[in-house]
T-cell receptor, first 115, second 108 residues
Framework: KAGVTQTPRYLIKTRGQQVTLSCSPI?????VSWYQQTPGQGLQFLFE???????NKGNFPGRFSGRQFSNSRSEMNVSTLELGDSALYLC??????????????FGPGTRLTVT | GQNIDQPTEMTATEGAIVQINCTYQ??????LFWYQQHAGEAPTFLSY????GLEEKGRFSSFLSRSKGYSYLLLKELQMKDSASYLC?????????FGTGTRLQVFP
């Protein structure tokens, strides 16, 4: 079974630009969660999507948004990039049921550098 | 508030046993995960505890005490490849709240 895939793997953008990251979950997984990982803050939860609906959201500004498509693939978008947005963005998929989140499988991440 | 504490770094010797502690204070609790993350790679699932007690899986074991807000990951017969970061994460409803991780270095 193929794992979680994320594209692109590396990205360099300048302040003020916007970026879209993509995540394809493991086949059959309907829940996709996004995390931001930085050396100082560790892994921080951005949001979770299940059946095309945002089910949970972390404490990030509105510049961070996402969506999920009918095939469970997900995208996240960051607008008006700031230097502090430089991080590894990880996507995780789960065989989640409506009752809740189960074990998550992480993708390799997208390393975003904002200059 | 939400708070998960782990030691920042630990060192150990090949063949030894190491225990990585995690304490948590969260508004909700629906289980605790441990993940392993090698440098430059994605986290991989190690264990999940939802009830008090010890879960054993090969060389790795994880313990949970919900009343104390405490968990530990026990690694036995350490190997060089166990050098990695170990992340403790609490499941709060449908969110995973991660600690900042413990970087373990195994020396020969």
């Amino acid at each position: 079974k193929a794992g979680v895939t994320q594209t692109p793997r590396y990205l360099i953008k300048t302040r003020g630009q916007q970026v879209t990251l993509s995540c394809s979950p493991i086949s059959g997984h309907r829940s996709v969660s996004w995390y931001q990982q930085t050396p100082g803050q560790g892994l921080q939860f951005l949001f979770e999507y299940f059946s095309e609906t945002q089910r949970n959201k972390g404490n990030f500004p509105g510049r961070f948004s996402g969506r999920q498509f009918s095939n469970s693939r997900s995208e996240m978008n960051v607008s008006t990039l700031e230097l502090g947005d430089s991080a590894l963005y990880l996507c995780a998929s789960s065989l989640a049921a409506r009752r809740g989140l189960l074990e998550q499988y992480f993708g390799p991440g997208t390393r975003l550098t904002v200059t | 508030g939400q708070n998960i504490d782990q030691p920042t770094e630990m060192t150990a010797t090949e063949g030894a046993i190491v225990q990585i502690n995690c304490t948590y204070q969260t508004s909700g609790f629906n289980g605790l995960f441990w993940y392993q993350q090698h440098a430059g790679e994605a986290p991989t699932f190690l264990s999940y505890n939802v009830l008090d007690g010890l879960e054993e899986k090969g060389r790795f074991s994880s313990f949970l005490s919900r009343s104390k807000g405490y968990s530990y990951l026990l690694l036995k017969e350490l190997q060089m490849k166990d050098s990695a970061s170990y992340l403790c994460a609490v499941k709060d409803t449908d969110k995973l709240i991660f600690g900042t991780g413990t970087r373990l270095q195994v020396f020969p």
